[in-house]
T-cell receptor, first 114, second 113 residues
């Protein structure tokens, strides 16, 4: 079974702090994604990566950066957290050779910025 | 980008059928997906349909696709309390069904015992 793990289920940070959200997948997937989920807005793509050290902006990259130094790990960085970044953050991965491009999701990190 | 729309809430009684609807704007998608998110969990692929099909049935689940109207629906027969979750429709970003998916807003299904 594919497993996608995220470093924390719940996180509380103060405005202005630097925040790291870590995601690890164990199935050698090429593609990895970071989404945020907000009520009424569904999932919005922040960044994705299709290979080590490669990254592409999604729909809402402002205020975020990412790092992919190893294939299995994709990190989301909030350089200076703000209250409007309070949200559920979901990481996903997929196999580039899959016909269906199914994405496998982690359990999510609920981040609160006070 | 793609626009994928769903109604936000649906309540049904246990044993009834549930129908969750989705409309999308891009007609070139090869696969269309339904994901399920149970409380406190990430999303999990529930089912998908290839764009040259009108219908796909998988046990209690029936997916209907109307390409002309760009309308996708998910029917759950004999809905159970365990079906209570948020259901997301998802459409690939481009014709090749490439890496990115556009997700709808999600429909929160509540099953009343």
């Amino acid at each position: 079974d594919v497993k996608v793990t995220q470093s924390s289920r719940y996180l509380v940070k103060r405005t202005g702090e630097k925040v790291f959200l870590e995601c690890v997948q164990d199935m050698d997937h090429e593609n990895m994604f970071w989404y945020r989920q907000d009520p009424g807005l569904g999932l919005r793509l922040i960044y994705f990566s299709y290979d080590v050290k490669m990254k592409e902006k999604g729909d809402i990259p402002e205020g975020y950066s990412v790092s992919r130094e190893k294939k299995e790990r994709f990190s989301l960085i909030l350089e200076s957290a703000s209250t409007n970044q309070t949200s559920m953050y979901l990481c996903a991965s997929s196999f580039a050779g899959s016909e269906t491009y199914e994405q496998y999701f982690g359990p999510g990190t609920r981040l609160t910025v006070t | 980008g793609e626009d994928v729309e769903q109604s936000l809430f649906l309540s049904v009684r246990e044993g009834d059928s549930s129908v969750i609807n989705c409309t999308y704007t891009d007609s070139s998608s090869t696969y269309l997906y339904w994901y399920k998110q149970e409380p406190g969990a990430g999303l999990q692929l529930l089912t998908y349909i290839f764009s040259n099909m009108d219908m796909k049935q998988d046990q209690r689940l029936t997916v209907l696709l109307n390409k002309k109207d760009k309308h996708l629906s998910l029917r759950i027969a004999d809905t159970q309390t365990g079906d209570s979750a948020i259901y997301f429709c998802a459409v690939p970003e481009d014709q090749t069904g490439a890496n990115n998916l556009f997700f709808g807003t999600g429909t929160r299904l509540t099953v009343i015992p």
